[in-house]
Nanobody, 118 residues
Framework: QVQLVESGGGLVQPGGSLRLSCAASGSIFIIDTMGWYRQAPGNQRDLVATITRGDITNYADSVKGRFTISRDNAKNTVYLQMSSLNSEDTAVYYC????????????WGQGTQVTVSS
């Protein structure tokens, strides 16, 4: 079993920056794609960004140019650097990791709140 622990959320003013981290631990074996989704109140969970083990990245159009995803494979950790934040970025951010053990199982973190407000 893989456990994902997120950190770095909080309250930030519009235009500010935050860095989220998500560390995987447990019976990891191999982790392929990692990434982040977010869910605002009343909305569905939407993709924010993904990164493969080979560092190929993908971003939602709404965050391109403002957010940067990266990972440290040695630490089984994925990061999300967020800048130029606005109120529409307010949401619970969930990280995920695709664990490879024969098949692929997506593991989820517990979520971390990001609030953009003055």
């Amino acid at each position: 079993q893989v456990q994902l622990v997120e950190s770095g959320g909080g309250l930030v003013q519009p235009g500010g920056s935050l860095r989220l981290s998500c560390a995987a631990s447990g019976s990891i074996f191999i982790i392929d794609t990692m990434g982040w989704y977010r869910q605002a109140p009343g909305n569905q969970r939407d993709l924010v960004a993904t990164i493969t083990r080979g560092d190929i990245t993908n971003y939602a159009d709404s965050v391109k140019g403002r957010f940067t995803i990266s990972r440290d494979n040695a630490k089984n950790t994925v990061y999300l650097q967020m800048s130029s934040l606005n109120s529409e970025d307010t949401a619970v951010y969930y990280c995920f990791a695709d664990q490879v053990t024969g098949g692929v199982t997506r593991r989820w973190g517990q979520g971390t709140q990001v609030t953009v407000s003055s």
